[in-house]
């Protein structure tokens, strides 16, 4: 499937994506907002408080928390009564979450969250990078990462859609560059409320808290039946892979506009090099791979939008054929070496046929910028690893060896 | 068909559970249109072994620290889809309550939600084996504040969590007693139908953290009512509306404190005497306080 942009730039705005993924969350129609301010995430959860304000979000009820903890606490209850239930929070506060993290996702409450991506403290720096989500990877939530504002503005409504089907019901993180995404002006389209509408019907969850109908939920399960819980959990996130894929297909076709499903490829038919790579930095790879290509450089793009669940197969299609495959990561596994999405992509290609050499930078630590020239040094790193095979498999970029 | 009690037996409590007589006081005096939320502890691990409930209404569990959070999502849900009368109850131990849940109960109390907060108050972790909490009274031998050579057992008076709710504003305060169900199913009753964040404080005596026979639950409650340790009262838009006199039935400490084995060794140790004469002075004081 082709999937040609249908934008029409006269219907085009310049906001801040802070204000895209706000209008979005309103046009997807959401009845509790609970959410604790913490930069650069703020931004989007004040826009939503000036709607709320303005009367804009009908049916709704925005709760003013006192943490981070107790911002999805409250989306566990609301969510339980069938409130379709938001949140957004960033680095600290996303991990404050954590324990509630894993309770959202074990009762199978569809609900949604941007996390503005930034850096975790020590040292605390308020900057972006992908350690915070990347740490919070298996605790079952569907993670997509968006590389513009177009994109995380339309991921929202996938994510409900995507979320509240009842072969998954499982929570969606929608993850934005903080800073870079969240506080950058951009043109996009604003999610439209009549396609919306149509595209992402009301919540409907076949089990709810109603003193009508009593249920019990949050029981706890010994050994006899806890594997059993953990099972579906994990077959609900392999069910996502094909939903994610179609309900980016659907949005296509409802809105025109597409920015992958699991995954996106650019210039990758006939590429050697393959970078790897998932949020904002997808776009300055482009205009390298833009500039490579005008030199006959046979280099192409991976951009990996949903880690969890991890698209296995869709990126064994993608690099089966390249000569060396290079993995940007905005994140680290101390004690690794490495970063998260090149651990997970050999780990994939083993016990395969497909034997291609995959080399591995930890990138853009806690907000350090990312110029075209170092990415053109990465692709002559592996054009060197195409020639004389690896020599450092996984190291850090940019490194400032005076400094240590 | 509907159990009599909305709390159905066969649960998994101890026999004489203060956890049991608690819930069925609450759920009698809220009635079926409820929602109730539970923390973790001896109440939800008793009541709700998967694929079994106790609950003959909606009950959530979510974590430990967060009963007051979800009570207020749950609200806020309700009211945003339309939804109205049902009452919203979260019910859990002293720790969830007055330790780890704290931030979570302070933040729903200051936020004003509609909700009615039942803390269950056996003094300490009953479920992880009779730890202290800031609930344990003074001179109390738990596992973690055990009396030894040098120990007289826990070494602080019991958090005033009345007071602290009382700091928030709320319109309705109120302590109960498992000895005296007809109060607390009032209280109960009462507190569920005013509008805002209302909070029941129970004195609920456990048989085995606290160490008597498994008949003697409400024996041991009305001793501490009667001793003047576990004043009951009510606070209404901040005004003290009601106290439950005691008058000459009033019973010196030891008669409450051997009762229980938590408390054996103040009458078996060197210096014992001032210890329970330390409680006598918190239970005078009360008394003097409140009117007793």
């Given at each position: 499937m082709t999937h040609e942009m249908k934008t029409d730039k006269k219907n085009m705005v310049v906001v801040e994506g802070s204000y895209a993924v706000a209008h979005a969350v309103k046009t997807c129609r959401p009845n509790v907002i609970s959410a604790y301010p913490i930069t650069p995430q703020t931004h989007i959860v004040e826009d939503l408080?000036?709607?709320?304000?303005?009367?804009?979000?009908?049916?709704?009820?925005?709760?003013?928390?006192?943490?981070?903890?107790?911002?999805?606490s409250a989306l566990v209850g609301s969510s339980a009564v069938g409130a379709r239930s938001y949140s957004a929070t960033t680095s600290q506060g996303l991990e404050l979450m954590h324990e509630v993290l894993f309770n959202v996702a074990g009762m199978r409450l569809?609900?949604?969250?941007?996390?503005?991506?930034?850096?975790?403290?020590?040292?605390?720096?308020?900057?972006?990078?992908?350690?915070?989500?990347?740490?919070?990877?298996?605790?079952?939530?569907?993670?997509?990462?968006?590389?513009?504002?177009?994109?995380?503005?339309?991921?929202?409504?996938?994510?409900?859609?995507?979320?509240?089907d009842r072969d998954i019901?499982?929570?969606?993180?929608?993850?934005?560059?903080?800073?870079?995404?969240?506080?950058?002006?951009?043109p996009l389209v604003l999610l439209e409320q009549d396609i919306t509408d149509e595209f992402l019907p009301p919540f409907r969850p076949e089990r709810i808290l109603d003193p009508k109908n009593p249920m019990t939920f949050g029981a706890f399960a010994d050994p006899h039946f806890y594997t059993e819980f953990r099972y579906q959990q994990e077959r609900a996130m392999q069910n996502s892979l094909k939903k994610i894929e179609d309900v980016a297909n659907e949005f296509y076709d409802m809105y025109g506009r597409y920015f992958g499903g699991l995954i996106d490829e650019y210039q990758t038919e006939d590429a050697d090099i393959i970078i790897m790579a998932m949020g904002s930095i997808i776009g300055t790879i482009k205009d390298v791979i833009d500039r490579l290509r005008e030199k006959n450089v046979k280099i192409g793009l991976l951009k990996v939008r949903a880690f969890r669940p991890f698209p296995a197969q869709d990126i064994m299609n993608v690099i089966k054929d390249a000569k060396v495959v290079?993995?940007?990561?905005?994140?680290?596994?101390?004690?690794?070496?490495?970063?998260?999405?090149?651990?997970?992509?050999?780990?994939?290609?083993?016990?395969?046929?497909?034997?291609?050499?995959?080399?591995?930078?930890?990138?853009?630590?806690?907000?350090?910028?990312?110029?075209?020239?170092?990415i053109e040094k990465i692709v002559s790193d592996a054009e060197e690893v195409m020639r004389s095979g690896i020599k450092i498999e996984s190291q850090f970029t940019d490194l400032k060896e005076e400094l240590i | 068909m509907k159990s009599i009690s909305l709390l159905a037996p066969g649960h998994r409590g101890c026999a004489g559970c203060c956890d049991a007589m608690a819930a069925k006081f609450t759920l009698m005096g809220a009635g079926e249109d409820c929602i109730v939320v539970s923390p973790t502890g001896c109440l939800e691990v008793m009541t709700t072994p998967y694929p079994e409930t106790s609950w003959d209404i909606p009950w959530i569990h979510s974590l430990f620290e967060n009963a007051s959070a979800v009570a207020s999502g749950i609200e806020a849900g309700l009211k945003a889809l339309g939804k109205q009368g049902t009452k919203v109850i979260a019910m859990g131990g002293d720790g969830a309550t007055m330790d780890i849940g704290l931030q979570a109960l302070s933040g729903a109390f200051e936020r004003g939600h509609n909700i009615t907060?039942?803390?269950?108050?056996?003094?300490?972790?009953?479920?992880?084996?009779?730890?202290?909490?800031?609930?344990?009274?003074?001179?109390?031998?738990?596992?973690?504040?055990?009396?030894?050579?040098?120990?007289?057992?826990?070494?602080?008076?019991?958090?005033?969590?009345?007071?602290?709710?009382?700091?928030?504003?709320?319109?309705?305060?109120?302590t109960t007693s498992l000895a005296y169900p007809k109060d607390m199913i009032a209280k109960v009753k009462k507190a569920t139908e005013i509008e805002g964040p209302t909070y029941?404080?129970?004195?609920?005596?456990?048989?085995?953290?606290?160490?008597?026979?498994?008949?003697?639950?409400?024996?041991?409650?009305?001793?501490?009512?009667?001793?003047?340790?576990?004043?009951?009262?009510?606070?209404?838009?901040?005004?003290?509306?009601?106290?439950?006199?005691?008058?000459?039935n009033k019973k010196p400490v030891e008669e409450y404190l051997k009762m229980q084995r938590r408390f054996?060794?103040?009458?078996?140790?060197?210096?014992?005497?001032?210890?329970?004469?330390?409680?006598?002075?918190?239970?005078?004081?009360?008394i003097e306080e409140f009117g007793l």
């Open positions: 408080s000036k709607f709320m304000a303005d009367g804009e979000i009908p049916n709704c009820e925005y709760i003013n928390v006192e943490s981070e903890f107790s911002a999805l569809p609900i949604i969250m941007t996390v503005a991506n930034r850096a975790v403290s020590a040292p605390i720096n308020i900057w972006n990078d992908h350690q915070d989500s990347i740490s919070q990877r298996d605790t079952g939530w569907i993670q997509l990462y968006a590389e513009n504002i177009q994109e995380i503005s339309d991921m929202t409504a996938q994510a409900f859609k995507i979320s509240e019901m499982m929570p969606s993180m929608t993850c934005m560059d903080g800073f870079i995404l969240s506080h950058v002006y951009e290079v993995v940007l990561d905005k994140n680290i596994s101390l004690g690794m070496n490495a970063g998260a999405l090149f651990i997970e992509t050999k780990s994939v290609l083993y016990n395969t046929d497909i034997d291609v050499p995959v080399i591995g930078y930890m990138i853009g630590q806690g907000g350090r910028d990312i110029p075209m020239s170092t | 907060y039942v803390c269950i108050d056996n003094e300490a972790y009953m479920n992880t084996g009779v730890q202290r909490s800031a609930a344990t009274p003074y001179g109390a031998s738990t596992t973690t504040s055990p009396a030894g050579k040098v120990s007289f057992g826990n070494p602080r008076p019991k958090k005033n969590m009345p007071a602290i709710i009382l700091a928030h504003g709320s319109p309705y305060v109120a029941i404080h129970c004195h609920a005596p456990c048989t085995t953290g606290w160490g008597f026979d498994t008949s003697k639950t409400v024996e041991v409650a009305r001793m501490a009512v009667q001793t003047g340790l576990w004043p009951l009262f009510e606070v209404e838009d901040g005004k003290m509306t009601k106290v439950r006199k005691i008058g000459n054996k060794h103040l009458f078996t140790m060197e210096g014992g005497a001032e210890e329970i004469a330390k409680i006598q002075a918190l239970a005078d004081k009360n």
